[in-house]
């Protein structure tokens, strides 16, 4: 537990509010800097200092690690940082404005200023739900599409509630069936939904790949049978989203279900019937309640599982539905820019545990009236 969730866990959420790249690249600048009054250009030690620091950096890997942190902030620092190290590499005196008309405005300093502050920040929590600190240091929304991070984000909500109820629809009718059966036919209901979970998760979804695409075996099928004339749009988009991990999901729906439909006595329905309940009726105010507790510990299990899924949207869905787990990723690979990996994750982190403690809260209340 500790090596493989808490301390990942941990690396995770100090990520995600660190930000020690400037501070520690520009330790004689963070110094100067500090009383800085930022309503003029630096004073000439200030400077000197940040020019000290730029020749002391020898490794270029930090180097790029400055630049990026500080063009992220402000579009334009690869190449001023670019010049300006060229310019003072072998020089013995620094006068910045020679070098570059920029380092004679005070938003250059400024964002440098604001980046070796402090080792840490809370800039990439505040972007992963697209809001910013504006110029006088309040919370504010980012310009209007600047970031899509908080619409993501809701549409990774609207895909799993969308594929938990469809679990729930399938999932249930399943369960009682399989309740219902003894022997062998159970053991058969049972092996054809433990089956996906025998089978590697991008085969499943190699394998709707192709039944879902213009010519694969339902489009197949429909025009086939004569209900359609022309394929039927099952790939990139949100419909074959949700059928493919329904699919994949639909045993942790099952499972939690049935294991509380076999625990109930099975003259309950007869009793109700025996008493003139009609069997809908009778399945509303006597099955369903009591299976409710299955139904809810299964779509907990399938909303949280849906919420992290990456492979599945990657290849089925479009560029409208891709998950909040697809922007981790790149942040995480294509941008290295684990700060904001570590922000969404953590926003999605503190998103699933408010939705368990809802949850538990639930199961309290009910434990109680019971």
Known sequence: MLSFFVVPLVTMMKSAVSDPVATEALPRTARALAGWDRASVPPAQAQAAFADDIRALKNDEQFGDLVRRLNSTQSGFRSLLGKTRRALDGATTADLTAIDQRWSETSWWTTIADAVASPWTDKNLLAAVDLERNAAGSIA????????????????????????????????????????????????????????????????????????????????????????????????????????????????????????LIAIPRNLMPAAASLGAHPLRAFLHVLLPLSMRGVVSGALLVFMAALGYYITPALIGGANDQMISSVIAYYATAAANWGMAGALGLVLLAMTILLYAVYIRLTAAEEQRA
């Open 141 to 260: 929304a980012m310009p209007e599409g600047a970031s899509a991070n908080r619409l993501i984000m809701i549409r990774t909500f609207v895909t799993s509630a969308l594929v938990t109820l469809a679990c729930i629809l399938i999932g249930l009718p399943y369960a009682m069936v399989a309740a219902s059966l003894e022997g062998w036919r159970r053991q058969i209901l049972l092996g054809a939904v433990l089956l996906p979970l025998w089978t590697s998760l991008l085969v499943r979804t190699a394998a709707w790949y192709v039944v879902l695409q213009d010519n694969g075996l339902i489009n197949a099928t429909l025009k086939g049978l004569g209900l359609t004339s022309g394929p039927v749009p099952l790939m990139f988009n949100r419909l074959g989203v949700v059928i493919a991990m329904t699919h994949v999901l639909l045993p942790f729906m099952v499972l939690p279900i049935f294991s509380v």
